[in-house]
Nanobody, 121 residues
Framework: QVQVVESGGGLVQAGGSLRLSCAAS????????MRWYRQPPGKQRELVAV???????NYADSVKGRFTISRDNAKNTGYLQMGNLQPADTSLYYC???????????????WGQGTQVTVSS
């Protein structure tokens, strides 16, 4: 059974840093690509960062230069390193991961459960 579990959220002061993790577990799987989304209270979910199967990355303008998305294929884990956090970054953060299955060969999308990031001023 496949599980995708996020961790690393919390409360931090403005200017601080956090690292979110998104770990996929299960047999015969590997991460193809990963996205991080966030949904501030009362607002729509927005795309924050993307890492492709070829390790290309892309970021929302609001986080460029502050956030870094990465992956550790050996651990089937993706990360979102967040720096110089601001109150506007307060949100529920979700990972969205495309997993490759070996047998039978297929691609499936999974969402994490969400992790809360709160930035105090």
């Amino acid at each position: 059974q496949v599980q995708v579990v996020e961790s690393g959220g919390g409360l931090v002061q403005a200017g601080g840093s956090l690292r979110l993790s998104c770990a996929a577990s299960g047999s015969g799987i590997s991460i193809n690509a990963m996205r991080w989304y966030r949904q501030p209270p009362g607002k729509q979910r927005e795309l924050v960062a993307v890492i492709t199967s070829g390790n290309s990355t892309n970021y929302a303008d609001s986080v460029k230069g502050r956030f870094t998305i990465s992956r550790d294929n050996a651990k089937n884990t993706g990360y979102l390193q967040m720096g110089n956090l601001q109150p506007a970054d307060t949100s529920l953060y979700y990972c969205h991961t495309a997993l490759d299955f070996t047998v039978p060969k297929r691609l499936r999308i999974y969402w994490g459960q969400g992790t809360q990031v709160t930035v105090s001023s």
